[in-house]
């Protein structure tokens, strides 16, 4: 087992998760298989509780894990499905010593930070990096492991002194640590300055890790190089010289594309530096999979038709916030060629509350929704913006305007058609209004015992299509059933149901038993969808997820089109899908043959 440590200096949210997903894409386009770790050193035993101000979107897992959203970039740039384990707190490690600790398993010694805190971070990494996350169940080969927050904070100290230790553990020729940190350019001076990024430097070499390749961000044009002359002198540190090479620092600037890091990292030798430092049996010249991503970076950068989407959500000051989504949305408009605008609602601007305190920003939000091509109304939770979200929703529908709604939008959906449609003026869910004379929206008791934490409908679940006459069914390649990732508390009342059908407000999927309803359609209107589940979560770059590329080709315009051909792009359009999409997708069904001898050929 090889291990690729990726620390961070200087300030955070320097993009370390992009790092580490794009030297794992490297990597197994090389033909390994690779996993990835995300450390956090939060004391939260797992992000469900976080606000998504706070690090952004809460990511879910197949098996009901709730983690940070970078896990998301390692499985949408890797194609692997990670797990709960896969994502390490510092609330976790002190949860698990400290229930040994009351069984009796350190017999009476006194439990320390070292050897007892590190020694488990340890076991932790090594254990889980051995479990399988690609389809074909082959054990990974790689492990590359991001350790949040910058070098230097005090809450870090435990895993740096774990890795410190863990080094050694595995020799050198099996461990590698990657600093990524930051070349800032004052625009007083223009000059870049790298001394932040050799404090960060000196400050964890005197931890006791030495980064073997330091990645610097640079703001800067392609083609200016950090001096080698500042990086001889900076580690010239105590009796120890280091000259770094040309191989060991790499200069990471702004791309028209995140998907573009792999092919940037590996145009400046990455691949051979890894087969020297780590002894790895591959091949230097990367293979198909990269080829695709740089055919899909291409292609992105060619696209002149545009798409907007107006996405409707009370969390829109923070685009981290909505990251699955927007990458979802990105991934569909790719697919069919088309360059993605999305306009951000505040749900709260679209108010008449907002009407009278702030009118500006009221005719300002209503102004971007009316003019985008399709809205969007993806999770949330608490009342703040609902009202907003209803008025978004009951206009797309009046309108005709493609919808799609995710969890909430989903269930906001359902409370909009009872209050105007079926004349309950007083519909809503009873997360918002537990007095209503109308719950069409109720909590579920099992999944809401009083504590917050990790009690929510979580992770992947089956809906069952119940007829065939299903745009969304049709999407999906017309399979009798989907696994897709849940993350809720409050389902549609399935005591109602029939009275939204006898309006044309069909529930076309349900769970296995049949309860509880997981996807809504609209006759009579080109995508008026709704789902429970959180489909985002699913979608890859070269597979995106069915509900949001029908949201997309129905703001193009070329939803009717694609349903007459039998769920078919033109080449000419972009990439193709045939009735049986690709069996590696997670929520596809296995006969994929035929689609995949189709892309061939006609690539």
């Known amino acids: 087992m090889k291990y690729i440590l990726v620390t961070g200096g200087v300030i955070s949210g320097i993009g370390k998760g992009i790092i580490a997903s794009s030297v794992g894409t490297i ?95 340890q076991e932790w990494v090594m254990r889980q990096a051995r479990v399988p996350v690609d389809d074909d169940d082959v054990e990974p080969q790689v492990c590359v492991i991001e350790l949040g927050g910058t070098v ?27 600093h990524v940190s930051l070349v800032p350019q004052p625009s007083a001076t223009g000059e870049q300055k790298t001394k932040p990024t050799q404090n960060s430097v000196r400050e964890l070499r005197g931890l006791g890790l030495s980064p073997d390749l330091n990645i610097l961000e640079k703001q800067m044009k392609p083609g200016q190089n950090v001096s080698e002359g500042q990086w001889v002198a900076f580690t010239d540190i105590g009796c120890m010289i280091l000259i770094l090479s040309s191989l060991q ?15 940037l990292l590996e145009d400046q030798g990455v691949v051979g530096y890894f087969c020297c430092r780590l002894n790895l049996p591959i091949e230097t010249r990367p293979r198909k999979m990269l080829a695709k991503w740089k055919e899909m970076s291409d292609r992105s950068d060619r696209l002149l038709e545009q798409c907007s989407i ?22 569909s408009a790719l697919a069919i060629s088309h360059k993605l605008e999305v306009k951000y609602v505040d749900s709260a601007d679209l108010e008449a509350g907002t009407l009278q305190e702030e009118p500006v920003k009221y005719h300002e939000a209503w102004q971007k929704l009316c003019s985008a091509d399709g809205i969007l109304v993806p999770g949330g939770f608490g009342v703040r913006g609902t009202e907003g979200k209803i008025q978004a929703i009951s206009w797309a529908r009046k309108q005709k305007k493609p919808f799609l709604g ?66 969304l069914r049709k999407l999906y390649g017309d399979v009798d059933y989907v696994e897709e ?17 006898e309006k044309g407000f069909r529930f076309v999927g349900q769970d296995v038993e049949g309860e509880r309803m997981e996807v809504i359609e609209l006759d009579d209107h ?17 597979k995106p997820s069915p509900p949001y590329l029908g949201l997309l080709l129905a703001a193009a315009g070329r939803l009717p089109g694609y349903l007459q051909e039998g769920c078919w792009l033109s080449p000419r359009y972009g990439l193709m899908f045939s009735e049986r999409p690709d069996s590696s997708h997670p929520v596809y069904s296995s006969q994929a043959n035929y689609a995949k001898m189709k892309f061939e050929k006609v690539h």
């Open 249 to 263: 620092v790499i200069c990471v600037h702004d791309v028209s594309s995140i998907y573009r890091v792999p092919l």
């Open 406 to 471: 995710v969890c909430l939008g989903m269930q906001l959906a359902v409370c909009e058609f009872a209050r105007n449609m079926l004349d309950w003026k007083d519909a809503n869910s009873t997360e918002f209004d537990a007095e209503t004379k109308y719950p069409v929206v109720i909590d579920m008791p099992e999944h809401n015992p009083g504590q917050m934490g990790g009690t929510m409908r979580l992770g992947k679940r089956r809906t069952i299509f119940k007829t065939k006459n299903s745009i």
């Open 310 to 331: 107006a996405l409707v959500g009370k969390y829109t000051k923070f685009s981290d916030s909505y990251a699955s989504v927007i990458k979802a949305l990105e991934h």
């Open 485 to 501: 990732r849940h993350r809720h508390r409050f389902e549609v009342n399935p005591e109602l149901k029939q009275h939204f059908e």
């Open 27 to 121: 990597l197994k386009s090389c033909g390994l298989h690779v996993t990835a770790i995300k450390i956090d050193p939060y004391i939260n035993i797992d992000a469900g509780t976080f606000s998504p101000y706070e690090h952004g979107e809460v990511f879910v897992l197949d098996d009901g894990g709730e983690v940070d959203l970078d896990l998301g970039n390692y499985e949408r740039f890797l194609d692997i499905r990670l797990t709960k384990d896969n994502n390490l707190t510092t609330g976790k490690i002190y949860q698990s010593v400290i229930n040994k600790e009351r069984r009796g398993d350190y017999l009476g010694k006194t439990v320390q930070v070292v050897p007892h805190i590190t020694d488990a971070i």
């Open 526 to 542: 080109l995508y008026f969808v709704g789902v429970q589940y959180h489909p985002e979560f699913t979608s890859r770059p070269i």
């Open 152 to 178: 230097g904070d005090i809450e870090s100290m435990p895993f740096i002194e774990a890795f410190r230790q863990f080094q050694f553990k595995v020799k050198r020729e099996n461990f590698c640590n990657i």
